[in-house]
């Protein structure tokens, strides 16, 4: 299994970035994915989810409204568009697939243990 994470870069303050996630070896059908991220001297955390119906989402607070989880199960791929960044979402991008199909609300869910497969991470930095 393989999650090939890209799109990253250095985008400026209330710019747009898209990231995508391309998946071998799993089928998107199957499972859910999500991306998470980690800034530096801060714990990994939860930014989105997609079920693996594609009809289930789950977003952090802090970016619901700038961003949007999609996939393309053609390509098996997922993306996620952000907007309106700010210098707080700065951080390493990394995306990964559950076995468990559904993308809970309680954020206890996503831990980094509780996920099957990671891929590498994209950095994103966001300049004031």
């Known amino acids: 299994v393989q999650l090939q994470a890209s799109g990253g870069g250095l985008v400026q303050a209330g710019g747009s970035q898209r990231l995508s996630c391309a998946a071998s070896g799993i089928t998107l059908d199957y499972y859910s994915i999500g991306w998470f991220r980690q800034a530096p001297g801060k714990e990994r955390e939860a930014v989105s989810c997609i079920s693996s119906s594609g009809s289930s989402r789950y977003y952090l607070d802090s970016v619901k409204g700038r961003f949007a989880i999609s996939r393309d199960v053609a390509k098996n791929t997922v993306f996620l568009q952000m907007n309106s960044l700010k210098p707080e979402d700065t951080a390493v991008y990394y995306c990964?697939?559950?076995?468990?199909?559904?993308?809970?609300?309680?954020?206890?869910?996503?831990?980094?243990?509780?996920?099957?497969?990671w891929g590498q991470g994209t950095q994103v930095t966001v300049s004031s």
């Open positions: 990964a697939a559950n076995k468990f199909t559904g993308c809970p609300r309680s954020t206890n869910y996503y831990t980094v243990s509780n996920q099957d497969y």
